[in-house]
């Protein structure tokens, strides 16, 4: 069992993390700082997750900071398409209408922080999607505001319940944060 020796914070402020990181019954705090999401050409979906992970926890560095730094950062892939947080609503509508009747891949990229030492790992999980019409997706944008989240979806969602068929890998990778392999990845840093 993971025994929590040092600090947690998360540098996030989803509150999807938040509530999984609770879950956890994680002790942390939630500190944030501006950063550039940018990313160079030619990566891979995991790739791109794990380098914006990385980047995050880089602008802590500066800081003496005596406690474990995590961040992440969720990416939704369609083929080699990357579907990051919506512009607006008409954009929502795009990705979703996309998204309808697919299989997407959802990346988390995961980084932790103490010291100097830093240790980065991703997931990626499989999400079967129904067939969605137009209807459907308009309610869920009017009702669920999905601007920030990647993909304009959230999984825990209205639309989690009647479009998602079935998932292969980790359903808490696709909210936001893989619990399973960071509860690891704690316990081993």
Do not use: C
């Amino acid at each position: 069992m993971y025994q929590q020796k040092h600090p947690l914070i998360l540098a996030s402020k989803s509150p999807r993390r938040q509530d999984l990181m609770n879950a956890m019954n994680l002790n942390f705090k939630v500190m944030l700082k501006d950063v550039d999401e940018s990313y160079p050409d030619g990566l891979s979906p995991a790739e791109i997750a794990v380098y914006i992970a990385e980047k995050k926890a880089a602008a802590f560095e500066a800081d003496s900071v005596d406690s474990i730094v995590v961040t992440a950062d969720t990416i939704v892939a369609l083929q080699h398409e990357i579907l990051g947080k919506p512009e607006d609503e008409g954009h929502a509508a795009e990705m979703l209408t996309k998204l309808s009747g697919t299989v997407h891949q959802v990346y988390t990229g995961v980084s932790l922080s103490y010291a100097g030492k830093t240790q980065s790992f991703y997931d990626k999980t499989d999400v079967f999607f129904n067939v969605l019409n137009s209807a459907q997706i308009r309610y869920y944008i009017e009702h669920y505001h999905p601007l920030d989240k990647a993909g304009a979806y959230g999984i825990q969602d209205w639309i989690g319940l009647i479009a998602v068929e079935k998932l292969v890998g980790s359903y808490t990778n696709v909210m936001g944060l893989p619990t399973e392999k960071l509860y690891k990845a704690l316990a081993g840093f």
